[in-house]
């Protein structure tokens, strides 16, 4: 029988009726089971539709959060089996409207979605209330700019390019520029850095679709870059030059920089998959006993290994289906 089809109304938590369980593990590691129905998860989630897609009865769907926002996970899943013409109603503020909101963006709820920038599009803010609006919704792309527009409705063209030109210097995108390059190359990363942590304009602005496909961009060549640096190591018959030691730690000071920024416009998932990619080739590198013969060798193990490392944690804190 398909598993979509609906045989009578399910109830959130009923165990009797439950084919799944959803596991809400916190930072302190205390697993709580919640008894769901598949039909339910599948036909409001892409994201359960995707984790049931081989689906058995008795499925156990683990999801990592913490403590601030359990709560908020929760009500997403008791918000599942609501009739739509009872969600507008179900939503009672501006702060859980806008919790709900980055937790349907997060699982792909796209009713749900739809239904929390409705709410906040029309309800009445304070000033402390458009303050957590502007930083919850400004990660979250083309579905925040409704609600982006009523914050702030003016032309954000002029800020835009101007971020868009630094990050474009800032990864070298089109190229190797003049003997300078490297001065301006951090001093648009400098420019980049703050202009997402002190310009208030500038969250408006990541949210755009352009401006985060020229930061995957700028992602892509920085770690094309390092990758061809580092394999290229080697092939030198001299690792002793202090250009070629230059070349290779400003490599690592880009990655290191982009993975510190990326998190700040919610392209992390980018990051760590584009290091994926390459991690093979550079673990190539990294065991390869040439490096040993010099400290700055021995500096750049250890600096990748420490990045390999801190991308592992990021990985293991994703999503797990547990079967």
């Known amino acids: 029988m398909d598993i979509t089809e609906v045989a009578k109304p399910c109830k959130f938590d009923d165990r009797t009726t439950s084919d799944v369980i959803v596991r809400l593990r916190n930072c302190e590691g205390r697993p709580d089971k919640f008894y769901t129905h598949s039909n339910i998860l599948i036909n409001k ?19 990592h959060c913490s ?35 980055q ?65 474009r210097f800032a990864t070298s995108i089109g190229g190797p520029g003049p003997p300078f390059v490297d001065d301006l190359k951090t001093s648009a990363q400098e420019q ?28 892509s060549q920085i770690c094309s870059s390092f990758e061809k640096g580092l394999s290229s190591l080697l092939l030198e018959p001299d690792l002793t030059s202090g250009t070629l030691e230059d070349k290779i730690m400003h490599g690592v000071s880009d990655v290191e920089w982009i993975s510190n920024i990326l998190p700040k416009m919610d392209l992390m998932k980018d990051f760590v998959s584009s290091w994926a990619e390459i991690s ?44």
């Not at 689906?55 to 999801?63: K, L, P, V």
């Not at 700055?296 to 250890?302: F, Q, V």
Request: hydrophobic share 45%; proline share 3%.
């Open 280 to 323: 093979s080739k550079i673990l190539v590198v990294v065991e390869d006993k040439k490096l040993d013969s010099s400290m700055w060798g021995l500096k750049t193990k250890a600096k990748i290994a420490k990045d390999m490392a801190t991308l592992h944690k990021e990985d293991e804190a994703s999503f797990r289906l547990k079967m």
């Open 103 to 167: 937790l349907a963006v997060q699982f792909d709820c796209e009713e749900l979605t739809k239904v929390c920038v409705q709410y906040l599009e029309a309800i009445p803010w304070e000033d402390k209330e458009e303050e957590i609006i502007l930083k919850a919704v400004s990660k979250l792309g083309q579905v925040a700019m409704p609600i982006l527009a009523r914050i702030q409705p003016v032309d954000l063209r002029a800020t835009k390019n101007v971020f868009v030109s630094a990050v």
């Open 192 to 219: 980049v850095e703050y202009m997402l942590t002190k310009d208030a304009e500038t969250p408006l602005v990541t949210a755009d679709d352009e401006v985060k496909s020229v930061m995957k961009m700028g992602l």
């Open 67 to 101: 403590n601030s926002n359990y709560d908020h996970h929760v009500n997403l899943l008791r918000l599942l089996y609501l009739p739509s013409d009872l969600l507008l109603e179900s939503l009672v503020s501006v702060k859980s409207a806008v919790e709900i909101l």
């Open 45 to 63: 989630s892409k994201f359960f539709a995707d984790q049931l897609t081989c689906f058995e009865s008795g499925a156990c769907i683990e999801i």
